[in-house]
């Protein structure tokens, strides 16, 4: 499970003020802390200082890049400050993201070309987001061409069958869950990720329908996630996940997480 | 999600004396507390109570009946433990369980004739239980041919593909999701359940395996189930799970349980 750390985005407390300060020692932190509980990519995203966005973006990766040796997921649907993220990048970056939507593939192919991105594509496009699993199939398959043409290779790909929340939709999670085992069973090679949150929008006690979600979609092929990796039992369950789909031998990085301590049961 | 309470059963603490007691308050609470907290059927094990166990299943199946509504399951491999619990039944009552071997059809055939209950069918027969999703798969389309030849009727199925322990053989989980999946495809009809606890055997924190496998197990078609109905976050983690399915419309039985406080988020 490939695990995109999501906790450096300015729309959550604290984090805008600490780029506003420029506060080095607080963004390394909370990168190395994020890398420490598992996450293999850092997401960044500073959507919310709208002025700034591409400046800021640019010194958050050279911060965060100065502390840690994972990859960054450039997040921003703004193309200038994709441009700063990217070109500040060192080795290949994450770029999030692209979608279908005609006026977002013309900002983005260019990074594609110059930047070569590993790139998380939403399935949607100028209709919306879709309601059924097949549209997003549909969708993903022309964002495979699109991208394969730009020069990306599939194992580069993650597909994002984006979420509504079911609290206003009762067949949504049932249309991602079979949105993911299409696109996955198209190839081999693309991944398929999602962002947690969403789904649970608008119900109590999110974090239940969160890590039943993520199994669930574990089960279908999703191989990578963004989500907090702070939140041990989120870590905890992807763990068992991975020894029950045969993707950990022997259980030994379950094992090896459990002397560790950092398996959280309840 | 059909789910069955498994606390009434000899191997665990405290319940062998209960039977030898005839403590009839003990065993009426202890079946009472597990439907009020979810279970749909209530199994009844007296195994560990070799040479009395055909009368104590009769005492426990009209002990229980005359507390609560909901059907017994009479868990035996024992045909007059069997026979005793099933004649004493009101209703229908679940048989658990029947396998592909030569001996226990014989024995439990004419069972199924003369009580048509619904069934429990374990996809094992004479070569022992299966390690791969195919094979388990045929075993219980031969199972299918069997139960339907002595007239139960497919929607009185319960298929069962035994698991083997993660710890012991990492294709493990996956060759029983992959079986529930096969199974659950094969026919709307027939339903596809499991015992929670062997596949966690051997392993540290087993509530977080699981947990996990639960959630699997659904998304491949998982729809009933062998628990202890008192781990609340067990029964959350399925509510959750029905709502993502789109098995609970408008979400309604999983906020009805959040406001009974019936929730366990961590």
């Known amino acids: 499970m490939l695990i995109v750390g999501e906790k450096i985005n300015t729309s959550i407390p604290g984090i805008s003020e600490a780029v506003e300060g420029k506060d080095v020692l607080f963004i390394q932190n909370l990168a190395k802390r994020q890398v420490e509980a598992g996450a293999n990519v850092i997401d960044v995203n500073v959507g919310t200082r709208i002025h700034t966005e591409a400046e800021d973006m640019r010194w958050l990766v050279k911060t965060i890049q100065s502390a840690i040796d994972v990859p960054l997921s450039i997040d921003s649907p703004n193309p200038e400050a994709l441009r700063m993220g990217l070109k500040e990048h060192k080795g290949r970056a994450m770029l999030n993201s692209i979608t279908g939507e005609s006026k977002r593939v013309k900002d983005i192919l260019p990074l594609l070309k110059e930047f070569r991105p590993s790139v998380i594509a939403l399935t949607m496009d100028d209709g919306g987001i879709p309601q059924d699993a097949e549209t997003r199939y549909q969708i993903s398959q022309r964002l495979v061409q699109l991208l394969s043409?730009?020069?990306?290779?599939?194992?580069?790909?993650?597909?994002?069958?984006?979420?509504?929340?079911?609290?206003?939709?009762?067949?949504?999670?049932?249309?991602?869950?079979?949105?993911?085992?299409?696109?996955?069973?198209?190839?081999?090679?693309?991944?398929?990720?999602?962002?947690?949150?969403?789904?649970?929008?608008?119900?109590?006690?999110?974090?239940?329908?969160n890590q039943a979600f993520l199994l669930m979609a574990m089960a279908q092929g999703l191989d990578s996630v963004i989500l907090d990796p702070l939140d041990r039992k989120l870590i905890s369950l992807i763990k068992a996940g991975e020894a029950l789909l045969g993707k950990d031998k022997y259980c030994a990085g379950y094992l090896r997480a459990f002397r560790a301590d950092e398996l959280a049961e309840e």
Chains 1, 2 share one sequence.
Do not use: Q, W
């Open 149 to 209: 043409g730009a020069g990306i290779p599939e194992d580069n790909m993650y597909m994002d069958p984006l979420m509504r929340p079911i609290s206003t939709d009762s067949e949504a999670g049932l249309a991602v869950l079979d949105a993911i085992g299409k696109i996955k069973n198209s190839s081999k090679e693309i991944h398929v990720i999602c962002g947690l949150s969403n789904i649970s929008f608008g119900l109590p006690k999110r974090g239940l329908i």
